[in-house]
């Protein structure tokens, strides 16, 4: 088992629908835990951090569920610039970062 | 502010060549990382470097190495090089030294390198 899973999609969704998707983590001591955004053969780039308590940013918002080792990334009202792919990422015990494969975001007009 | 640099922006090598890549991180951050993207894949952890000392290595072989320079620039070689090398080398960096339970990198638009 990878120790940290993404669907890798695409998810082809419509402009303006709402879509969410999760990342599962092996490792229950995980410590930190980040979305970030790769377009195509571009860098990744911080989308937002994963807060225990959850946290929104605009049309975005991230969950943490610890009791079931996952994250999950909730956008609404998408627009065509979000067609990206989504990586998760997980800080482990010590202290390195374990990414996933990514999931690919198509927004469609 | 300059950010992350990375140098060549792309290279094509042959087996059993070696490769020098270079970085320069955002001024002021003491942190480099190196990590490897094959296509389709999320990045792999190479090595991370703070205040020119090794603080984490991931899973590659020997052939892989690394040095962080007074400056805090960097270097990754990678020796006797594979067609399974080829990939997008990234580089990242950060402003703490990877002890911190919260801290966001800062990637280089990368080194695409092709092993023929």
């Known amino acids: 088992r990878k120790e940290v899973e993404q669907d890798p999609g695409p998810f082809n969704v419509p402009e303006g629908a709402t879509v969410a998707f999760n990342c599962t983590y092996s490792n229950s001591a995980s410590q930190s835990f980040f979305w970030y955004r790769q377009d195509c053969r571009k860098e990744p780039k911080l989308l937002m951090s994963?807060?225990?308590?959850?946290n929104e940013d605009g049309r975005f918002t991230a969950q943490l569920n610890r009791a079931s080792q996952y994250i999950s990334l909730l956008i609404r009202d998408s627009k065509l610039s979000d067609s990206a792919t989504y990586l998760c990422?997980?800080?482990?015990?010590?202290?390195?970062?374990?990414w996933g494969a990514g999931t690919k975001l198509i927004i469609k007009p | 502010d300059a950010g992350v640099t990375q140098s060549p922006t792309h290279l094509i090598k042959t087996r059993g060549q070696q490769v020098t890549l270079r970085c320069s991180p955002i001024s002021g951050h003491k942190s480099v990382s190196w990590y490897q993207q094959v296509l389709g894949q999320g990045p792999q952890f190479i090595f991370q470097?703070?205040?020119?000392?090794?603080?984490g290595r991931g899973n590659f072989p020997d052939r892989f190495s690394a040095r962080q320079f007074p400056n805090y620039s960097s270097e990754l070689n990678v020796n006797a090089l594979l067609l399974g090398d080829s990939a997008l080398y990234l580089c990242a960096s950060s402003s703490t030294g990877g002890t911190s339970l919260f801290y966001e990198q800062f990637f280089g638009p990368g080194t695409r390198l092709t092993v023929l």
């Open positions: 994963v807060y225990s308590s959850g």
């Open positions: 990422v997980v800080i482990d015990s010590n202290y390195q970062l374990i």
């Open positions: 470097y703070y205040e020119k000392e090794e603080r």
